[in-house]
């Protein structure tokens, strides 16, 4: 199946970040999750941010999407403080797929599809051929077509994740992120999704995503956010960043990194306390 991503705004300039956060400081309740952070998200590539649980990840993701206000610092759009745009321009250029959505009850598929639409509609400009067009195309891209007249709490996990990633692209954006995609599916339909981000990417998406297992973020990333308590540790591509030393530093995780058998990443192999041939480690 061919794909190619829908777009309505031009990518930033060759090698230039069209999202970063700067001096970014965020919290709940009083307490900083995030302090003084500063990142720029690579354009045309896949990004995964990875850490220990607690470390900051999803609320670094969500304070990139305008869902959570810094307290200090600021979020970069296309060269805007993200804070002081729209919301209707911020839908238009940068979708954003949350952790485990729910849709309304009997919602079909092509409905929920549609609504990626919305930040497109206002009273001067109704729902046009056009729309349809987009949403036909953006249910092709994911494989889902004939899932249209089906009631999105019908499908299965891996199917629902198409449908929801089929709902981003209809905004018409080629900036995706995605909190946790593989939340709550099985490895073969975590597989399946993360092929389909892989497609996305290789027709000129750019895409940030958290990610917990560790081994499918190296083999779909070209470059890793690794952060602890808040900070980041790490950045840049899985084969200079994934090292022993940084999944002990980052996760407490003891570990022997390997050359992947099928790929041309590393490969993490946990060792625990039982099973293990101590004469075999690196």
């Known amino acids: 199946m061919s794909t190619e991503c829908i ?4 990518a930033g300039a060759q090698g230039l970040a069209r999202l970063a956060a700067k001096d970014v400081t965020v919290g709940y309740g009083g307490r900083n999750v995030i302090d ?3 990142v720029a998200i690579p354009p045309g590539v896949i990004t995964t941010i990875i850490g220990p649980n607690g470390c900051g990840k999803s ?6 999407t305008r869902l959570l206000k810094p307290s200090r610092g600021t979020v970069v759009l296309d060269g805007e403080d ?7 321009d911020v839908a238009k250029k940068l979708g954003l797929l949350p952790q ?27 729902w046009s051929s056009d729309d349809a067009g987009v949403v036909e195309r953006a249910l092709a891209m994911t494989g889902v077509s004939d899932l249209a007249d089906r009631p ?3 499908l299965s996990g891996g199917q629902r994740q198409r449908v929801w990633i089929s709902m981003t692209l209809a905004q018409g954006t080629d900036l995706l992120l995605l909190d946790e995609p593989t939340t709550y599916l099985d490895l073969a339909h975590a597989i399946d999704v993360l092929d389909l981000v892989d497609d996305l990417h290789e027709s000129g998406c750019t895409v940030v995503m958290v990610l917990h297992d560790l081994n499918l973020a190296t083999r ?7 952060m602890r308590a808040g900070s980041i540790l790490a950045q840049g591509h ?7 030393e940084l999944l002990d530093e980052a996760f407490g995780l003891r570990a022997a990194v390997v050359d992947d058998p099928v790929g041309d990443r590393p490969l993490i192999v946990p060792i625990g306390r039982t099973h293990v041939q101590l004469d075999q480690i690196p």
């Open 59 to 64: 609320t670094l993701l969500r304070t990139l």
């Open 238 to 244: 899985p084969r200079d960043v994934i090292t022993a």
């Open 7 to 10: 777009t309505e705004t031009e």
């Open 152 to 154: 999105v709490d019908s």
């Open 36 to 38: 003084g952070l500063d």
């Open 100 to 126: 485990a959505p729910v849709a309304p009850e009997g919602l079909t598929v092509s409905d929920l599809v549609a609504r990626g639409r919305h930040p497109h509609q206002s009273w001067l400009r109704q």
């Open 82 to 88: 993200i804070v002081k745009l729209r919301t209707r």
């Open 220 to 226: 779909y990333s070209d470059n890793l956010i690794v």
